[in-house]
């Protein structure tokens, strides 16, 4: 007897049905979220035929939490479901919009019955692989929560204190830069910098780790910041003050954890096997390749050929045809950190690499946008990394990009 699993998960319990081929339920039991509840689910598994050799197959509407880490031990296919998609299999079975979590744990049983086919399970990357992806994704969110209260800090000085966007704005990284934060934590308004000595100044340089021309950067800072500007009321400029000293301290939390992060990362993905052929590709760094594979994983079967590879990241066209009419165009449904760090790859990649940028020219020659032209040489690019990591070769230059392929990327 087939025997197909469906679980509506909950943040403190989780519904459970069993369904035969016929789409009999056999049994129903609501489990806690704790580990005993986890024993009672593998054991009711196990009563209706759940062995290592013949795995029942689960659907779930998520892919992660420890409930899904308990499914996933040995081989079993654990189907992540979406919540819209189980939806409207939840109308198939009835007009009246009934809901409840027993009902939704019987529609997602059924969903496997009639079209698992249709649904691919969760890919069986290795341990290391996903946890390049926990410390890579973190790092990205530590990443855009720094650049979250940078704008804040420049929005808030921007009332009140523009000797300071003055004083930092030009450098690279700017206010997010350590002497940055160290002076602003100093004096964070125009009457506490125009107090400052030099001294002090050179203090607070030094305590962010600068180690050259101190005293020129100090001499500059002071000019800057004593500079003739518009002022604030005396009370409201200080209540800006202490705004701003808030943020700096929620800042400095943010640069460092995205520092440690970014350690972990690094630490991390150099010791994964495809490490090496990732980072061969011109535009790929630790950090970017790192994010690289932890939204493609490490499970060589989990695509079916690069052109699933290139649909997943978005980066190959899709077209709507009905009738008449047929539109070719970009995709919007795909993995956003995916294609968020393949734009990073494609426009460094235009500058580490001569056929890159040969090919970028050439779709732009073509008519293309810049964004046109930087998905179409990522969809190539993607398509070279399938290949690859398939064969467990090196990026080659002369291979990827040669005279013959450049001339029919303009002409495609």
């Known amino acids: 007897m087939t025997v197909f699993c469906g679980i ?53 509407e998520t892919s992660r939490g420890l409930l899904v880490a308990t499914l996933r031990t040995g081989k079993r296919p654990v189907y992540a479901i979406n919540p819209l998609a189980a939806a409207r299999y939840r109308d198939r079975h009835g007009v009246s919009r009934k809901k409840s979590d027993p009902g939704d744990a019987l529609v997602l049983a059924n969903i ?8 691919r399970p969760l890919p069986a990357d290795t341990d290391q692989a996903r946890a390049i ?16 209260l940078v704008n804040q800090v420049r929005s808030l000085l921007r009332e ?35 107090l400052l000595d030099l001294p002090e100044l050179r203090d607070a340089l030094k305590r962010a780790g600068r180690k050259r021309g101190i005293d020129a950067e100090a001499e500059r800072l002071r ?10 009321p005396a009370a409201v400029e200080d209540a800006m003050g202490r705004q701003l000293a808030a943020l700096i301290r929620q800042l400095d939390a943010a640069c460092v954890a995205a520092d440690e992060l970014a350690e972990a990362v690094e630490t991390r993905f150099r010791e994964h096997p495809d490490a090496e052929i990732i980072l061969s590709f011109p535009g790929l760094g630790v950090q970017l ?38 539109h070719v165009g970009r ?14 790859w494609a426009f460094s990649a235009l500058r580490a690499s001569p056929g890159a940028d040969a090919h970028y020219r050439g779709r732009r020659e073509r008519g293309d946008w810049h964004a046109q032209a930087q998905r179409h040489l ?13 064969t467990r070769q090196l990026f080659d230059e002369d291979h990827a990009f040669t005279s013959s392929s450049a001339d029919l990327a303009v002409a495609a």
Request: charged fraction near 25%; hydrophobic fraction near 45%.
């Open 8 to 60: 509506d998960w909950a943040e403190r319990h989780h519904d459970v049905a069993l369904v035969d081929e016929t789409g009999q339920l056999l049994a129903k039991r609501r489990i806690s979220d704790d580990a005993a509840g986890y024993r009672i689910l593998l054991d009711l598994l196990a009563e209706y035929g759940d062995t290592p050799q013949t795995p029942i197959p689960v659907a779930i």
């Open 112 to 119: 496997l019955r009639t079209d698992m086919h249709a649904h």
């Open 133 to 148: 992806a926990v410390l890579a994704r973190a790092q990205q969110d530590a990443v855009w929560n720094r650049q979250q």
């Open 160 to 194: 009140y204190y523009p000797a300071a966007l003055d004083a930092f704005m030009g450098k690279q990284h700017g206010l997010a830069r350590p002497e940055a934060r160290a002076v602003l934590a100093a004096a964070p308004t125009p009457a506490r910098a125009a």
């Open 223 to 232: 000019k800057v910041l004593c500079g003739d500007h518009a002022r604030q």
């Open 289 to 326: 390749g790192a994010r690289v594979l932890a939204e493609i994983g490490d499970d060589r079967t989990r695509f079916a050929d690069a052109r699933a590879l290139k649909s997943y990241a978005g980066s190959a066209p899709i077209t709507r045809a009905s009738g008449k009419k047929r």
């Open 331 to 344: 995709r919007f449904i795909k993995n956003n950190r995916l294609i968020t760090a393949g734009f990073l």
């Open 378 to 390: 990522l969809n190539r690019m993607i398509g070279q990394l399938y290949h690859c990591l398939q």
